[in-house]
């Protein structure tokens, strides 16, 4: 038996609705996974893995095999954290029968704790459906990214009062299928304070507000390491991306003006 200190992973049952919030991140790959486990609850791997690491224009192009290849490395690289995998475009859509093959397949290959899909109402039977055959679910409701190509952009929901209604019912009905969590994303506070007054699981925001059981950023946005947009539900902690800008820029001025390398970095000199 080891002396130090060993604590389980986490599981859905380990992050409850309570009165701390939720700390949920996103992490694609083994070095991020490991510098963020001992500090978050959840560990994400996002789908937006396919905009962050491939450079995609949407999430829509992102496949079963990126995010089990990505899955497997976070859950390698932590012990703490439960890990939730993101359901591709496609994957879970067609039937309850295509979501299960797909969900199992992703636990299977990366030992992941729980997945996670974009919908509502009309996703709630493919819930009821995973979460009776051992599937944890966690639900994605207000902007849901993979429905770009029908709402025609990133757009914040809830603004208007049918537009609200959608989001609350569609959350209720996720939540009711059995889903373990709810992410609100891009939707007005007044309308996630409703549903997470409402609903007995948590609701974890991104650009929804303070009111929400839980927070989740995309880690590249939170630390200044990915350029293309900075949605405005982000805070930037650090600025990686310009320390990566400087780190390189004196490598490249270094190597040709030959200060690097020195005698410190060669393995013999003969002088
Ligand atoms: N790096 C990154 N961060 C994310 O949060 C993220 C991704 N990628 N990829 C998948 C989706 C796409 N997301 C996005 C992308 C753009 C906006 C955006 O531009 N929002 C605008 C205006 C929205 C409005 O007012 O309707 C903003 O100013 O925040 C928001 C969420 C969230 N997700
Ligand atoms: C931002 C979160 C909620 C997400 O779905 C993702 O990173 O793909
Ligand atoms: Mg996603």
Redesign the pocket.
Known sequence: MSTTTQTRRRTIRDVAKGDVPGVWL?AYTAPVAQRLDPHVDVM?V????GMVVYGLPS?VGVTMDMMIAHGAAVVRASHRALVVV?MPFGSYQESPAQAFRNAARIMAETGCGAV?L?GGTEMAETVRFLTQRGVPVCG?VGLM?QAVNTTGGFRTQGRDAQQAAKVRADAHAIAEAGAFAV?I?GTVEPVAREITTSLSVPT?G?GASVACDGQ???VDDLIGAFGDFTPRFVRRYAEVGAMIDDAVARYADDVRHRRFPTDAQCFGTGR
């Open positions: 996103t994400l996002g789908d937006s893995l999430t993101d996670k974009e994605h990214p992410v994303e974890i991104i989740v950023l995309v």
